[in-house]
């Protein structure tokens, strides 16, 4: 196949040493040859405020056009008392907005998450695809990629 399929991945934790942020980069190594992961830093995604919907903040801008610029998006997510992180749950509903402008309508989607506990992120996971439905996303159904224990397997102080 000629054409490179062009992924835009991103992780719900803004923390150095985040196990999540550790999948993401090492899903950039496990790309497949037609593929080409970019990931997208959170940080520096202000609190949705609907008053800006028209005049959103740069970084916003930036995040709205490189999710319509990507062919898919991948999703990697911490668990925050069994659901996805503010930080993640808040820059998914800037890129929905305003409304008639949602930057995810009709992308494909997959999700991997890592946590400490023995589920890695299920829960949350679940509740992702939830608000996906609403995006009108095509979440990948299997494989699921959930990284249980995530202390025990990914080194922290590998950081970027
Ligand atoms: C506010 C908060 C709530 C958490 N709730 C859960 C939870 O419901 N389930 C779970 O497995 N881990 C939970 N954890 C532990 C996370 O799995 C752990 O902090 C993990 O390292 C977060 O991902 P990160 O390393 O990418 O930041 C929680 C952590 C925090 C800070």
Known sequence: MDKIINILGFAGSLRKGSYNRALLRAATELVAKD?????????GIPPFNQ???????????????K?????????VTPEHNYSIPGVLKNAIDWASRPYG??????????????????LGGARAQYQ??????F??????????????FANQKIDEQKVD
């Open 101 to 118: 402008d949602n930057s995810f309508d009709g992308k494909p989607a997959a999700i991997m998450s890592a946590s400490t506990g023995m």
């Open 67 to 75: 999710i319509k610029a990507s062919d898919s998006i991948l999703f």
């Open 128 to 133: 992702l695809r939830q608000v996906l439905v």
């Open 35 to 43: 593929a080409k992961l970019e990931i997208f830093d959170l940080e």
């Open 135 to 148: 995006l009108n996303m095509h979440p990948l159904n299997k494989p699921e990629v959930f990284v249980t």
């Open 51 to 65: 008053d800006l919907e028209q005049a959103m903040p740069d970084k916003v801008k930036e995040f709205k056009a």
